[in-house]
């Protein structure tokens, strides 16, 4: 399984042209110099303070792409292959060392290379940490995994098989979820809660090397997991519960922003931000109701709906309607199959996300869709949807997992196609067309761009289909309520 995981995201890897996932100008560069230059592939700009000398593809290699749109090519990076230039672009601590410092292992003079080098190790590291991780609990249950990867393509998956920071993200904390699911699920059981243990604290070191929000997300998931596990069994959601659920809230909200204004803090009611653009004037509070109502569409960017790339590869509707269905039918059914107080854990911490995205939004001074990109938060939902999975009280039917393996398969194929296309012909040619013929940039080496596409299309639903085959190999009986 975890050479097709690894087939799937390797194909993925090859899928985009060096500079395709954001950020990664800054990325690499980090990568490439560190923080003292890194000879001689980085140097020291000895006229600019704090700057480095690199090559103009791993400091700028989108920019010549990006500025002409999505129905050109990558080939304009011919140009800049032999070309240096100077930036002051890099990781100074805004980002763990961990990261940039391994990966750095792999750089080189050729520059396409060392960074689809970079991309396989992610790729590798996910395929086995994920893997591994999910043994813990899908020898006795798959679905976990199987929810986990109906929700992943394209978009997590795009992220993995980057060399973005956001890929050992996902990868540790999924891979915690997993262990750190496997460990209370098997806590009488030494010889499997002990390596499961240590496979939480590794995927913990792990996620915190790439980025430092990591181990509050991981923080967030581990009290979900732990109050799943440990919730009442005797609970009962009454009306009375929701009422005064529904009144306290909103309360503590109240409180929280009275106690910022009071301490000199902005909060929603006391913020005097105002911006006018183009006559039309917006403030706080106005932004935080448009902010609300146009929340969803920040939801279903985890599913594709902004696209790929730096958000100018725009997918079929197709690719994130498929993956949004999946993610209903595999979490609506967990749902369903859950208690009352899981149901609830679910929904509040659902909802604990939505109140981050509005308030990082407002804290920013942003709408919905301009600033915060659905990739940061992409951890913790994937994070809520395994351990929704995990508190079912039944397995899933065969007719709904087939049903959300289609879907799964179909959405990866065709965002997988249209991700190589934009960057070998432009989007101005045909889905329907060869990608072979013709090509206008594609890698100096490795297989050619039908082949890594097929690679891609085949590997993932031979993957579903092993668990599939396995998972109806289990002892069918229902799961044990939690």
């Not at 992220?159 to 050992?168: E, G, K, P, Q």
């Not at 009290?223 to 809230?249: H, N, W, Y």
């Not at 508190?391 to 039917?397: I, L």
Request: charged fraction near 15%; aromatic fraction near 16%; hydrophobic fraction near 45%.
């Amino acid at each position: 399984m975890a050479l097709l995981l690894f087939m799937t995201l390797a194909a993925w890897s090859m899928g985009s042209a060096v500079g395709g996932s954001p950020d990664e100008d800054y990325v690499l560069t980090s990568i490439w110099c560190g923080t003292e230059g890194n000879p001689p592939y980085c140097r020291k700009d000895p006229d600019r303070a704090n700057a480095m000398i690199l090559p103009i593809m791993a400091a700028e290699p989108s920019l010549c792409f990006r500025q002409l749109g999505q129905d050109y090519s990558a080939k304009c990076q011919e140009g800049i292959y032999n070309q240096e230039i100077s930036t002051d672009t890099y990781n100074r601590g805004y980002y763990p060392d961990t990261y940039f410092k391994i990966e750095q292992f792999f750089v080189d003079s050729d520059v396409e290379s060392s960074v689809v080098k970079m991309r396989l190790l992610n790729s590798f590291l996910a395929a086995v940490l994920i893997i591994v991780a999910s043994a813990f609990v899908w020898k006795k249950d798959s679905d976990l995994l199987l929810a986990w990867l109906s929700v992943v393509a394209p978009v997590a998956i795009y992220f993995v098989a980057s060399v973005n920071t956001s890929s050992w993200t996902l990868i540790g904390t999924t891979s915690f979820v997993f262990a750190f699911t496997g460990a209370f699920k098997n806590r009488k059981h030494p010889n499997v809660w002990v390596p499961a243990a240590a496979m939480a604290l590794f995927a913990l070191w792990f996620t915190n090397s790439s980025r430092y929000e990591g181990k509050y997300v991981i923080l967030l998931l581990a009290a979900a997991i732990l109050f799943s596990e440990f919730a009442p069994r005797s609970f009962k959601l009454t009306k009375k519960f929701i009422l005064i659920g529904s009144v306290g809230l909103p309360m503590i909200y109240f409180i929280y922003n009275y106690l910022s204004g009071f301490y000199g803090q902005t909060s929603v009611f006391n913020d005097p931000r105002v911006e006018v653009s183009e006559g039309i004037t917006t403030t706080a509070n106005n932004l935080l109701v448009n902010n609300v109502i146009t929340l969803p569409r920040f939801i279903t960017g985890f599913f594709g709906s902004w696209g790929l790339g730096w958000f100018e590869l725009e997918l079929p509707s197709t690719v994130w309607l498929f993956t949004f269905q999946a993610f209903l039918l595999v979490t609506g059914f967990a749902l369903i199959k859950s208690s009352n107080i899981h149901r609830l854990i679910f929904g509040a911490f659902f909802t604990t996300m939505c109140m981050a995205i509005l308030y990082i939004n407002q804290k920013t001074f942003s709408k919905v869709g301009n600033e915060i990109q659905p990739r940061y938060f992409l951890p913790f939902f994937l994070g809520i949807v395994i351990i929704a999975a995990a508190n079912k009280t039944e397995r899933y039917p065969n007719s709904l997992i087939i049903t959300v393996a289609i879907l799964a398969t179909i959405s990866n194929s065709i965002a997988l196609r249209d991700t190589i296309r934009r960057y070998t012909t432009g989007q101005d040619v045909f889905i329907s067309k060869s990608l072979n013929d013709p090509i206008e940039w594609w890698w100096q080496f490795g297989p050619q761009p039908e082949t890594v596409w097929l690679t891609g299309t085949l590997a993932f639903p031979a993957l579903l289909a092993i668990l599939i085959y396995n998972r109806n190999k289990e002892v069918k009986t229902p799961l044990r309520a939690s």
